[in-house]
């Protein structure tokens, strides 16, 4: 089955700067890329994804890269603010419907 | 995008017992699916859900101690049975809104003592 690897497990960077978090996969069918937030006490959200036919795809200050040849995609936060601290999930969906997820990251903003 | 009411939100239950979690879908959704989130872990499936047919299960769940129904396709239901403490969860609802798109409920947290 799909074996989704999520690096760093935490974060911590400076108001302002930007966070970049990598996920690698193992299923080459998989075709469906999400990202999810998930604050305290509450369920995951998502907040980005991309699909397979699609290298690169932006949000504001959100972006999402995938690299299928090797199997990895990342996630870029810009102009990082307090309010983006939480957990974020990467997955992959591929012949199947489920999503397969990485471990996540912890995110702290500083001020 | 659909939002899902999960109940309840929180319990504390005996070990031994069993306890129902109930998922409400605002629209109609084909397919559903339940996860299990352990303290500070990632999201692992515990089965899909479809109306009208049994539900799958994945590898370490069985239907005896997850019993699933889905009667409609606005509703689903998740009952965790003679729980023990490794039991100790949180248990999420989602279901399909697009292709492959999940939305998640907030989230039934379990301790069982």
């Known amino acids: 089955g799909e074996n989704v690897e999520q690096h760093p497990s935490t974060l911590s960077v400076q108001e302002g700067d930007s966070a970049v978090i990598k996920c690698t996969y193992s299923d080459s069918a998989s075709n469906y890329f999400p990202w999810y937030k998930q604050e305290l006490g509450k369920g995951p959200q998502l907040i980005i994804d991309i699909r397979s036919n699609v290298g690169e795809k932006k949000d504001q200050r959100i972006a999402v890269t995938l690299n299928k040849t090797a199997k990895h995609f990342s996630l870029h936060i810009t102009e990082t603010q307090p309010e983006d601290s939480a957990v974020y999930f990467c997955?992959?969906?591929?012949?199947?419907?489920?999503?397969?997820f990485g471990k996540g990251t912890s995110l702290l903003v500083t001020p | 995008s659909a939002v899902i009411s999960q109940k309840p939100s929180r319990d504390i239950c005996q070990r031994g017992t069993s306890l129902t979690i109930q998922c409400q879908v605002d629209?109609?959704?084909?397919?559903m699916f339940w996860y299990r989130q352990q303290p500070g872990q990632s999201l692992t499936l515990i089965a899909t859900a479809n109306q009208g047919s049994e539900a799958t299960y994945e590898s370490g769940f069985v239907i005896d101690k997850f019993p699933i129904s889905r009667p409609n396709l606005t509703f689903s239901t998740l009952t965790v049975s003679n729980m023990s403490p490794e039991d100790s969860s949180i248990y999420l609802c989602s279901a399909e809104v697009g292709a492959n798109v999940l939305t998640f409920g907030a989230g039934s947290r379990l301790t069982v003592l």
């Open positions: 629209s109609q959704v084909t397919m």
């Open positions: 997955a992959a969906s591929g012949s199947g419907y489920a999503l397969n």
